[in-house]
């Protein structure tokens, strides 16, 4: 197992010597996602958890999430103030607050299940609550030319949702 540690502008590589590292600043992201399937609350794996944390990743952020905990959020007045102290006592830079609406669409003869996703989601600055952005997006697994399963469709609406909130988070 190799190990690395980060000194500014060295990448410090036991076994490996010393290379140079370009020093990106990544900024913290605290991830509240809530997803509905027929106004129901989601059983399935949180696919659109992943997808958020997956790109955040890619992009060179770091980004976190409650884990099994679930604190008190207003989603319909959009008040997140635990939510808020929990990603400042974190260290977040923001809260991203992700909520997936998604139904089942009628079948067409022999096609596979059909689904619709709504999301919404906003940046949030905490400790304050300052809104920095907010947006939507809309995806159905009938219009691509490749069909995505439900965990599919939901993990694309949080790799966008995710590129979305990095350009809120660029123009603060």
Do not use: K
């Amino acid at each position: 197992m190799r190990t690395a540690i980060l000194l500014p502008g060295l990448l410090l590589g036991l076994g490996l010597g010393l290379l140079p590292a370009a020093v990106l600043p990544a900024e913290t992201y605290m991830l509240l996602v809530e997803t509905t399937l027929d106004g129901e609350a989601d059983p399935s794996p949180p696919a659109a958890l992943e997808g958020l944390m997956s790109a955040l990743f890619e992009s060179g952020q770091v980004s976190f999430d409650c884990g099994p905990y679930s604190p008190q959020a207003d989603w319909q007045n959009l008040q997140f103030q635990e939510p808020l102290e929990i990603a400042f006592e974190g260290g977040a830079h923001y809260l991203a607050t992700v909520r997936l609406q998604a139904s089942t669409l009628p079948v067409e003869d022999g096609g596979p299940p059909a689904f619709a996703v709504r999301a919404r989601f906003q940046l949030w600055r905490p400790p304050e609550g300052a809104l920095l952005g907010e947006g939507s997006l809309e995806l159905d697994n009938r219009t691509r030319e490749e069909e995505l399963t439900y965990e599919a469709l939901l993990m694309r609406a949080g790799e966008l949702a995710a590129g979305e909130l990095q350009r809120f988070a660029a123009h603060r």
